[in-house]
């Protein structure tokens, strides 16, 4: 048998050259937002730039009122992480999340496990505020991070919430995960949709008479 061009090869080699050259129709995507843990809605063609699908579930609080949320949409593949992220900005302000990021038509059906939520404290601290129509914030008050998360991040930029679009910034507790958010990404949360224009994060500081 002689190692011959089968149709199938031709196939993938072509699927894999339109790929690489970003060639063939633009990526169509599931795009719906809802309550609950998954949400579901028209399929639509994603604008230029938008090379991947997006499904998020969220859970939140805010100033102590909780919520589960999904979103489904197109979005930049690069600014995109797949995984899990905690962040926590005070006892009744956190979020978890779950997101799933792929890049062929319609792969955001369907639904994305719920996230864990674990609210034990880990012994860790970040400086942590929550500013609206601001983009710096003190960070006067201590975070208690939980379950995974290890790091502090400083958040800020602007954040669209239906049709109000406004400056924000915070801090808190995260997972290391959200480290893979970079200043310029267009990120969005099962709830809001983030412009980010800082986005530092850290390792939390060892809390003292532990470790070194
Ligand atoms: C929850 O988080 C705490 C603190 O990090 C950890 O010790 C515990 O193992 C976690 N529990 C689960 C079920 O992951």
Same mark, same amino acid.
């Given at each position: 048998m002689r190692p011959s061009r089968t149709p199938s090869t031709f196939l993938l080699a072509f699927t894999l050259l339109a790929a690489l050259l970003g060639l063939g129709r633009p990526l169509s995507c599931e795009v719906c937002r809802g309550s609950g843990p998954t949400c579901s809605g028209k399929m639509k063609t994603c604008e230029a730039g938008k090379d991947a699908c997006v499904a998020i579930v969220g859970e939140s609080s805010t100033k102590g009122h909780h919520s589960v949320n999904s979103y489904k949409a197109c979005m930049k593949f690069s600014d995109c992480y797949s995984g899990f992220v905690s962040t926590t900005m005070g006892p009744k302000d956190y979020m978890v999340s779950n997101t799933h990021c792929c890049q062929s038509d319609g792969c955001n059906r369907g639904s994305v496990p719920p996230p864990e939520n #674990?609210?034990?404290? #880990? $012994?860790l601290q970040c400086p942590a505020c929550i500013v609206p129509f601001?983009?710096?914030?003190? $960070?006067?008050q201590a975070a208690r991070c939980v379950g995974p998360e290890t790091h502090c991040i400083y958040f800020a930029g602007r954040v669209q919430a239906g049709i109000i679009n406004t400056r924000f910034a915070t801090r808190g507790c995260a997972t290391e995960s959200a480290c893979n958010t970079k200043p310029g990404a267009e990120v969005p949360s099962a709830s809001y949709l983030y412009f980010l224009r800082r986005a530092d994060c850290l390792p939390a500081p060892q809390p003292p008479g532990r470790g070194e």
């Open positions: #674990n609210r034990t404290e #880990n $012994g601001q983009e710096t914030c003190p $960070g006067t």
